[in-house]
């Protein structure tokens, strides 16, 4: 058996068992949905960077490195931005009503906010879209394995998968975040070590920046490959309008966020999440670079990442780097993996079906919602082309369908469920199409999302005004 999946399955197993030592403590519902609301600052954060460090962090922002330069950046760097926001608005105070009514997911928020129609169509909407993120995860494992262990891409979505599947369904949050935090550590020690080794063995910066102007020079793109900007306004608010919102409305980071002690605790965690990703922005693009210089005509521009771990980095390197790309796919899989079966679970089943399913059962249907979601999205993986083609569809739907309804509502009392129903149902679809018409690119600097944001929040805007004026001319009447 290849070295690297032998330790990859030796990692796998300790993963497996942590969470199965962890999951004796889970006896009821909650806590396998928020922790029982025990998290302090340390879990909190560990369990967030986790998440966020994830296919699109490490492997895609490698792959947009590779084809782009320093702009890729803005993959991690927008989600560092959102993180911030999130911290000091939505999170803090969406906690607070979250404990104060005993809430486990961003649906039961919603339906207390405006009715259960709301938390259907939502949950439904993110079902579709959190396949494919889960799906995308999977996908930048099969990356790596195909070029460390020579296995093929069904085989790494398979195994990834199981993984995850394990450790998840046995504990839920609980498990997730102690295991979480083994990986980050892994993660931060394999990522600050493999970056300055990939370049010192590439010959240095210096050498590397030559390599690159030599060959981009011919292909006139030698000045904005080196740029933050490279990418133009339209790619840099791509990345902003794309993931910005949706980090300050992932259902599952607000479900993490709803296991903390306090608001306090929240705050800080949040912002140590957010820094944390605003400073690893910039490895993962330059790994890409460095991939370029090497390997400058790969076939696939997300195998960047592992072509370097398995050909230009020491054996010993390469294998912890390994370990840290695994634990990035697989704990940001995890937070996807709870959005689904959460929604699934509580949203649909309980929220829905049967709002008299006990705790106990609630629990049991939990679990199997969780491998039968795993299950589901092993399958989408091995169908979808690339990681950024999976986050990409994701984070669109995700931004669309919540932002407005999620942190409108929060702040405005006057809209209704009417309003918020009108809104996503019309934007969605919308937006969808938008991004079918014009291939992606919106209408000029304005990517599909952000046009779907903007007509969402017109349409919740102008419905609430008017609902407003009949209720005050109906009130005017009766008197």
Request: proline share 4%; glycine share 10%; hydrophobic share 55%.
């Amino acid at each position: 058996m290849n070295l690297y999946l032998s330790i990859l399955i030796l990692y796998s197993a300790l993963l497996v068992g942590l969470a199965l030592f962890i999951s004796k403590s889970v006896k009821q519902a909650s806590d396998f949905f928020v922790a029982s609301r025990r998290l302090g600052t340390g879990l909190l954060f560990s369990t967030l960077l986790a998440a966020n460090i994830g296919a699109g962090s490490t492997v895609g922002a490698a792959g947009l490195g590779y084809e782009r330069g320093l702009s890729a950046w803005w993959w991690v760097g927008s989600a560092g931005i959102g993180s911030l926001l999130l911290a000091f608005t939505v999170g803090p105070r969406l906690w607070k009503i979250a404990a104060k009514n005993h809430f486990y997911t961003v649906g039961d928020y919603l339906e207390f906010r405006y009715d259960r129609r709301m938390r259907v169509l939502v949950a439904c909407l993110l079902w579709l879209g959190a396949l494919t993120i889960l799906a995308g995860q999977l996908i930048a494992l099969a990356w790596i394995l195909e070029v460390a262990a020579r296995t093929p891409k069904w085989l790494g979505c398979l195994l990834g998968g199981m993984v995850v599947n394990l450790y998840y369904s046995l504990g839920g949050l609980i498990s997730a975040v102690w295991v979480n935090t083994l990986q980050l550590v892994v993660k931060l020690v394999g990522f600050s070590l493999a970056v300055p080794f990939a370049l010192s063995l590439a010959g240095g910066w210096g050498h590397v920046q030559e390599r690159l102007l030599n060959s981009l020079e011919i292909a006139g793109k030698s000045t904005s490959y080196f740029s933050l900007g490279g990418d133009g306004p339209a790619g840099v608010l791509g990345y902003i309008f794309l993931l910005v919102p949706s980090f300050l409305v992932s259902p599952g980071l607000l479900q993490k966020i709803y296991g903390a002690r306090g608001p306090s605790v929240v705050r800080l965690a949040v912002l140590l999440n957010a820094l944390g990703l605003l400073l690893f922005a910039i490895m993962p693009p330059l790994m890409g670079m460095v991939a370029r210089s090497s390997y400058p005509d790969l076939r696939n521009r997300e195998l960047a990442l592992p072509t370097v771990m398995v050909n230009l980095l020491p054996h010993w390197l390469g294998t912890l780097t390994l370990a840290a790309i695994f634990s990035a796919e697989i704990s940001a899989a995890d937070a996807v993996l709870s959005m689904l079966t959460t929604s699934f679970a509580k949203d649909l089943m309980k929220g829905w079906l049967y709002p008299s399913l006990s705790e106990t059962r609630l629990l049991h249907v939990t679990r199997l919602t969780s491998v039968v979601a795993g299950t589901l999205g092993v399958v989408v993986a091995v169908w979808i082309p690339t990681v950024i083609t999976a986050l990409q569809a994701f984070y669109g739907l995700l931004t669309v369908a919540l932002f407005v309804p999620l942190v409108f509502g929060l702040y405005w009392k006057g809209p209704s469920a009417s309003a918020a129903l009108l809104a996503t149902g019309a934007s969605v679809p919308v937006t969808l199409g938008i991004d079918i018409f014009t291939s992606g690119k919106g209408f000029s600097i304005f990517p599909p999302v952000a046009c779907g944001i903007f007509l969402e929040a017109t349409i919740f805007v102008l419905m609430t005004v008017t609902d407003s004026v009949w209720l005050g001319k109906r009130n005017s009447k009766s008197k």
